[in-house]
């Protein structure tokens, strides 16, 4: 009996360490015991606003800004001001990779007239202010079941401003479970709408690694648009895992679409290093479009001064094509390099 006690006393203690703290509302906590859409779908019933909460694993690494406008506190360490206003105009959706990061964080829910209207994450731990409006704590959530309600949530029609397609897809992408990449690549096939399917993409790239990549390396593949090609470039660039670079190099040399090498090549830019500036050499003089050519000639000028500089000065020089020879000495002037004003001057004086 003494132990059954004890066991009790410490399921409740750890039941408390989990809620967060919250002021300023009328604060109620109950399990989610039916799924966490079936628990979210009974608060929808109500036409009374209200902030529903829970708490997930967190990839490892990601700090939520939690910083109001109005409270005039900076952020600290773990991403938290004095108190997170959650009834404030910035919406805490901007994320960080200091160091220490909490393990866990914070899904809230804005419900007003039965509608989800708003989704901020935020650091577990932080201090909530809920201006006024009730807030229930949900317990027991699952992270795949999180996962599950915000990749649904994401893929309603989209249906004005008040739609939060673009914050259930932050959330679920942070989440600490492979479920998060998989539903991801999901939203990303081409069943979906193209508006769904850029948007799943751009957190395959932002935020889940290496299985991301891999996710946007089968994309890339299979996908028949242009337009969304263009845009995975961008996608693969700010993934982490070192192969994106040698998947953008791909895509610059061999992509039967211009405007998606010239993509590939820009973004290449951005990353600079030595594989990038061979890649955008080789696109000036092999690629066979002059608008590629022309993209490449730029992508030298978003090069760091001491490798950029000196490559636009060898094309303006040498290159046989007039048109790419006039973008390397326009680059070269924007430039302001003293290097750059050295050659200009010498061109003037021929």
């Not at 009374?48 to 800004?65: D, K, S």
């Amino acid at each position: 009996m003494k132990h059954f006690v004890i066991a009790l006393i410490l399921s409740a203690s750890a039941i408390v360490a989990q809620q967060p703290k919250v002021i300023n509302t009328q604060f109620n906590t109950e399990p989610a015991g039916a799924g966490l859409s079936a628990t979210v779908a009974r608060f929808q019933r109500s036409t009374q606003p209200q902030w529903i909460g829970y708490e997930v694993p967190a990839l490892p690494r990601t700090n939520f800004n939690s910083c109001s406008d109005s409270d005039g506190a900076s952020q600290s360490e773990d991403g938290c001001c004095g108190e997170y206003q959650l009834e404030g105009t910035r919406n805490g959706m901007s994320t960080t990779d200091q160091k220490p990061s909490p393990a866990n964080m914070y899904v809230l829910m804005r419900l007003d007239q039965g509608a989800i209207i708003r989704i901020r994450p935020a650091n577990a731990g932080c201090r909530l202010n809920a201006g006024g409006v009730p807030f229930t704590w949900l317990t027991g959530v699952q992270p795949n079941d999180s996962v599950a309600f915000l990749a649904k949530l994401a893929a309603q029609p989209n249906e004005g401003s008040k739609h939060p397609t673009e914050d259930a897809l932050a959330a679920l992408a942070m989440h600490a479970t492979p479920a998060a990449t998989d539903v991801l690549a999901s939203l990303a096939a081409p069943s979906n709408a193209p508006w769904l399917r850029e948007k799943a993409a751009f957190w395959l790239g932002a935020k889940r690694g290496h299985e991301g990549f891999l996710a946007l390396q089968h994309l890339v593949s299979k996908e028949q648009d242009p337009k969304l090609r263009e845009k995975l470039a961008f996608d693969l660039s700010i993934n982490s895992d070192p192969a994106a670079i040698d998947e953008l190099l791909k895509m610059a040399h061999s992509d039967d679409n211009p405007a998606v090498r010239g993509q590939a090549i820009f973004w290449l830019a951005q990353k600079a290093g030595k594989k990038a500036s061979a890649a955008i050499t080789n696109a000036i003089e092999n690629d066979p479009e002059l608008q590629v050519k022309k993209k490449a000639v730029f992508a030298l000028s978003q090069l760091p001064r001491d490798e950029g500089v000196p490559q636009l000065i060898h094309v303006a020089d040498t290159n046989s094509n007039p048109a790419i020879r006039k973008d390397a000495i326009f680059w070269l002037g924007q430039s302001k390099d003293p290097r750059a004003l050295e050659y200009l001057e010498a061109i003037l004086k021929r």
